[in-house]
């Protein structure tokens, strides 16, 4: 009962706060100044899905905080008016918060992010639903000592968990270096009422993954209590905002562990526990949402985790690196036969990290054996992939790019918390054999850094690559009986069905055919299906019976049919972490394509997050289509609407990312090597008006080809 008094008397400090803030801004701004948060499609995203109101302008937030006051601030001490203070704390919060953002300011001073874009949402889509990230921890306040509160967030990097940091924790952690940022999918969101960027950070979630339309107020809270994996741990004293706050995650159903002695009569088992001891906390707190994480250990000196991923090594902070160009550096794994592979095997050919000096550059081969009774030699490459990630994972190793073109440094802190060379091999059998059980019985690893050797063992690695890519070329989506399905979004998007075929890689880029085999041999009920093709409705667009019953059963009957190869008509669903997006653009009877790393305009009149927000939650919108960016040099790619020539505006970076596969595909479709250069850029134009002079004047083969609509 004191709980809920507190939560009243908390939200109610928050709405005057906010109403008297909204006041200051109008009396500065303007009634009719424009309010939103940047680089996002859904405004005020709190206020979005929950809310009525079409908010535009800080004038139209006034009779939304009326409503809240009327509705949701009830004295009487009951656990539903609790949350109903706590969702009046959401609204204030989300007000205080946007008011920031007013006239284009830039508020946020590092490390503070602030508001989370959508680009940042999207990008975490795959690694939340696949597990990577098992979830979502929103730790507030201070911790007893710093040394207490850094242990706290390394544990929770090290279990793969997204943090996000909000109040003194924050300085706790960068005093005790612990990585802070977006790379490290920890996110010192800022102090006090920025904590609600994490709440419409789940909202976002809702709005572009589940489909869950605006103001659909109890779909929404449905959608957090079910869907995402978050909770709260607040530390230090519970005052009454903190106490409202919290019960505006209670609201979501995000439950809360809180550090201090709370006695029993003011916790709510399952929703509010106390846990004094910090040792215990993640686990309470872990135990209370229901996720469950598959443990690992590996016996490295560094922390192994996804929170790793995403950091850079610099040269000047590599103890040493190998490849990049520099010297000669392959990885390969390899089908061998039982007999030919000793289970955990590491054998290192050359020098060790000790005799390697500082600042050097060495060679690497990494030779991976794999047997397994259901292993194919299709699934290698699958596998091989998986280096880049498991050896990134680690804290102070980088590693980009794949085969011989493998980079990889060990930062000076890896060297000196003990990381060995034969490290990699502890890291890489672990991972192989935790996350393909079904197909990997046996791992054996042998590290070459001996600059002779080396050159003798990537002879066997080029043959292979070549005989792979042989294979891959034939590998189309005739000379197969089967696509994949992949639900795998589904915990987020349940209506979102991808069809993967080899051609065309599941949009968010990281699932292509090989990989959906691979996945269904070792989980033969999970998220990816074989559909047998059967007979072929359409050849052109790409419409089989099979497919449309398939996504039918799948996407909860909202979906009859659908078409592989043409964004016109009963396109692909989209559930919202796609890598690039299309567009067409009429007027040059064409079609444009952006990426989640391009924040700027393009010719659509839209932005990626923009364009973004008005395709996603599995529902069909002809005329956009969210896809992964290597399906563009597929000559499979919207092939029904006349393939890559469709094409005439992307940005320059996605260009370069594609680089010579963009221009082969090219020569292959009878588009000429130059048709790369044909395309317009963010450099020519960001409107269609811009680019159609220069689309002319190129002939563009867009323009020649029959009406689009
Ligand atoms: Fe999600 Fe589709 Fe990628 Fe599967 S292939 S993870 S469903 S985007
Ligand atoms: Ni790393
Ligand atoms: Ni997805």
Not at 185 to 190: E, Q, R, V
Not at 632 to 660: C, H
Request: charged letters at 25%; glycine letters at 10%; one cysteine or more.
């Amino acid at each position: 009962k004191q709980i809920c008094e507190l939560a009243y008397q908390g939200a109610t400090t928050a709405v005057s706060v906010a109403e008297k803030l909204l006041n200051e801004a109008i009396e500065k701004h303007g009634a009719e100044t424009l309010v939103k948060y940047p680089d996002t499609a859904y405004k005020l995203p709190i206020i979005t899905a929950l809310g009525s109101e079409e908010v535009l302008t800080l004038g139209d937030l006034i009779p939304v905080l009326q409503r809240i006051k009327e509705n949701n601030l009830r004295p009487e001490p009951e656990l539903g008016n609790a949350l109903l203070s706590g969702e009046a704390t959401l609204y204030a919060g989300e007000i205080i918060e946007a008011l920031r953002y007013v006239a284009g300011a830039k508020p946020d001073e590092p490390p503070y992010t602030g508001f989370l874009s959508d680009p940042v949402l999207r990008k975490f889509g795959v690694p939340l639903v696949d597990g990577t990230i098992p979830g979502v921890a929103v730790i507030t306040g201070k911790a007893k000592d710093s040394k207490a509160g850094a242990k706290l967030v390394k544990d929770l990097q090290a279990k793969g968990i997204m943090v996000m940091l909000v109040n003194d924790i924050i300085e706790q952690c960068i005093a005790e270096e612990i990585k802070v940022g977006v790379d490290y999918i920890t996110f010192p969101l800022g102090k006090f009422t920025q904590i609600i960027h994490a709440v419409n950070f789940a909202t976002r979630a809702g709005l572009a993954f589940g489909g869950v339309p605006s103001g659909a107020r109890e779909q929404m809270i449905d959608y957090q209590k079910r869907r995402v994996p978050a909770f709260v741990i607040a530390l230090g004293e519970l005052d009454a905002v903190t106490v409202a706050i919290g019960a505006g995650a209670l609201f979501f159903g995000f439950p809360i562990v809180t550090d201090q002695d709370l006695p029993s009569e003011l916790q709510i088992p399952g929703l509010l526990e106390a846990q004094p001891d910090y040792d215990k906390i993640v686990k309470l707190a872990l135990e209370l949402r229901g996720i469950k994480l598959k443990i690992v250990d590996i016996p490295v000196p560094i922390t192994i985790g996804p929170a790793f991923e995403g950091e850079t090594i610099r040269k000047k902070d590599a103890y040493v690196e190998f490849g990049g160009g520099r010297s000669t550096s392959f990885e390969l794994v390899r089908m061998m036969s039982a007999d030919e592979v000793e289970d955990g095997k590491i054998e290192l050919i050359g020098p060790d990290i000790d005799e390697m000096p500082e600042g050097s550059v060495f060679p690497i081969g990494f030779m991976i054996d794999i047997y397994g009774r259901k292993m194919q030699e299709d699934f290698e490459g699958v596998l091989e992939r998986r280096v880049h990630y498991n050896i990134n994972y680690g804290e102070g190793l980088w590693h980009v790019a794949q085969r011989d073109m493998c980079w990889v440094r060990i930062s000076k802190g890896a060297k000196a918390a003990g990381f060995k060379i034969r490290d990699f091999g502890e890291i890489l059998i672990a991972k192989y054999k935790s996350d393909y059980p079904a197909i990997v019985d046996r791992v054996q690893v042998t590290i070459v850094t001996d600059k002779d050797i080396i050159e003798e063992k990537i002879k066997i690695a080029r043959e292979k690559y070549k005989a792979r890519d042989a294979r891959l070329k034939g590998l189309t989506d005739e000379s197969v009986d089967v696509f994949y399905s992949c639900l795998l979004c589904q915990s987020f998007a349940p209506n979102h069905v991808c069809i993967v075929t080899p051609q065309r890689v599941g949009l968010c880029g990281a699932v292509s055919w090989l990989d959906a085999k691979a996945s269904n041999e070792i989980t033969p009920t999970g998220p990816n299906q074989p559909i047998p093709k059967g007979e072929c409705l359409d050849e052109a667009k790409g419409m089989w019976q099979s497919m449309n019953e398939f996504v039918y059963n799948s996407s909860n009957r909202t979906l009859e049919e659908v078409n592989l190869y043409t964004l016109m008509d009963r396109p692909m669903t989209s559930c919202g972490c796609f890598e690039a997006i299309l567009a067409i653009l009429p007027l040059c009877n064409g079609v444009m394509i952006t990426t989640r790393e391009h924040s700027g305009d393009t010719p659509c009149g839209m932005t990626f997050s923009t364009l973004a927000g008005t395709c996603g939650g599995g529902v069909q919108t002809p005329g956009f289509m969210g896809i992964g960016r290597t399906y563009l040099t597929s000559s499979k790619f919207i092939s029904a609407d006349g393939g890559l020539g469709r094409i005439v505006w992307m940005p320059k970076d996605l260009k370069e990312y594609l680089g010579q596969d963009l221009v082969d595909a090219a020569v292959a479709a009878g588009l000429g090597a130059d048709f790369v250069d044909k395309i317009a850029d963010e450099t020519v134009g960001i409107t269609e008006d811009e680019i159609l002079p220069f689309l002319e004047e190129k002939q563009h083969p867009a323009l020649t080809m029959k009406p689009l609509m």
